[in-house]
C-alpha cells in the first residue's frame, strides 16, 4: 500500500481472525500513517469504533 493512510479495526474475539493475525498484518503495512486499534468485542464491533475510524479520517485530511 506504500504510503497511503491504512486503518484496521479488530475485535479480540473476532471469529474471523485473532489478534496474533491482525498484529502481524499490522506489522507488515506498518508506516507512520497506519494505525490498529483492538477492541474487546467479537466481529460485530462496539459504537467507539465510530470515533477511532472518524479520527483516523479526519487526521488524513
Known amino acids: 500500500i506504500g ?3 491504512f ?3 479488530m475485535g479480540r ?3 474471523m481472525g485473532n489478534e496474533a493475525q491482525a498484529k502481524a498484518l ?3 503495512l ?3 500513517q497506519t494505525r490498529l486499534f483492538l477492541y474487546d ?3 460485530r464491533l462496539p459504537v467507539s469504533y465510530v470515533e477511532d475510524a472518524v479520527g483516523f479520517l479526519v487526521a488524513g485530511i
Do not use: F, M, S, W
Open 41 to 43: 468485542a467479537p466481529h
Open 3 to 5: 504510503d497511503r493512510p
Open 7 to 9: 486503518c484496521l479495526l
Open 26 to 28: 499490522y506489522g507488515l
Open 13 to 15: 474475539q473476532d471469529g
Open 30 to 32: 506498518e508506516t507512520p
